[in-house]
């Protein structure tokens, strides 16, 4: 069996470039592989492309070491780390389109007895399909006993470098080896229990870990609704009831965003559409938060028009999916943004993300829409709509005294008093 001395990393976005430093940093050689020549230049710079804490140190250390280089081409290399966007196409079916390409451009680079492991998250099957792939492109490596495995990441943007060390870890393989062989790259990094089954359940496994907390997302956003209508501060009732031993609701806001909770339990529905019927209706709920959004800003902006005969100005802090990170995947805050901008073409939308440097391209060309400071959004806005919890924002809640304020997060409770 080969020894492993050389991983290619296939995908240096947020969590491939992370897997592809810790290696690194634990004496692995890593050859990353990215389809972006701004990443891969930046990678090669000893520098990241995004935001996110302590990954930079181990970056450039890694590249000072010479045990970190980034190319646009495929290298060969013992073991392959395919760490690409899994999203879904229209109707929530799973795109697997990135997944086969890189199986296509490492198929040409394997002679045998290399071991192949799919990180990004997939639904049941995706493991298999991409050894097929590689198959189909390379039928004589069926005697070639390669191994495949899937090892999907728990880590938590802005927490990355330290999860990857400390959180257990579950991996899947193709066979009893393969699982064996994955568990021994990751024990050189993964201090958590590594944990093993085959490709399919472990597969499954994150789908349902996201899709568990979608569910109790879904939860906390109907009662979000529910305790509008009824006058209900629905963030003291979840603190009271969540002091139940055995009660643990989660946090509402203006929907749910990112590239895992937001994606993976649509894969199982697209898997199980007629029995996946709890999944299905909590995403719907939380898909649907966005727009219940949206219509309390604008009967806030009719009470604003009819006192002042004019258009309101509206200020939109925080467009990433998360508090203080940049990462703006699937984020219902960038989309709530969006949507008030074209609703509003009358009203200057002024917008608040204090992770970027420029509007981000969905907001890009639309006349109304202007990227700002927090204390100059805030000041100039009639209405305050609160999407993201940053620290940053922590302390305005007191400007925004005497405004409307909608504050889905919750952050400002104290201060201003939230109205949705």
Known sequence: MKKIETVAVIGLGYIGLPTAAILAE????????????????AVNAGTV???EPDLADFVARAVEKGLLSASKETPAADAYIVAVPTPFKDGHSPDLGYIEAAARG?????TGDELVILESTSPPGATEHMAEVIYAARPELREAELDFAHCPERVLPGRVMVELVTNDRIVGGSTRRAAQRAKELYETFCEGEILLTDTRTAEMAKLVENSFRDVNIAFANELSVICAEQGIDVWELIELANHHPRVNILQPGPGVGGHCIAVDPWFIVDAAPQTARIIRAAREINDGKPQWVIDQVKAAAFDVQQETGRTPVVAALGLAFKPNIDDLRESPALNIAADLADQFSGSEVLVVEPNVEELPAKLQGKANVRLVGADEAVEAADIVLLLVDHDAFADLGEKAAGKRVIDTRGQWRAEAGASA
């Open 49 to 51: 492309p995004f935001v």
């Open 106 to 110: 490492l198929a040409p680079q394997l």
């Open 26 to 41: 634990n004496g692995v050689k890593v050859l990353g592989v990215d389809v972006s020549d701004r990443t891969v230049d």
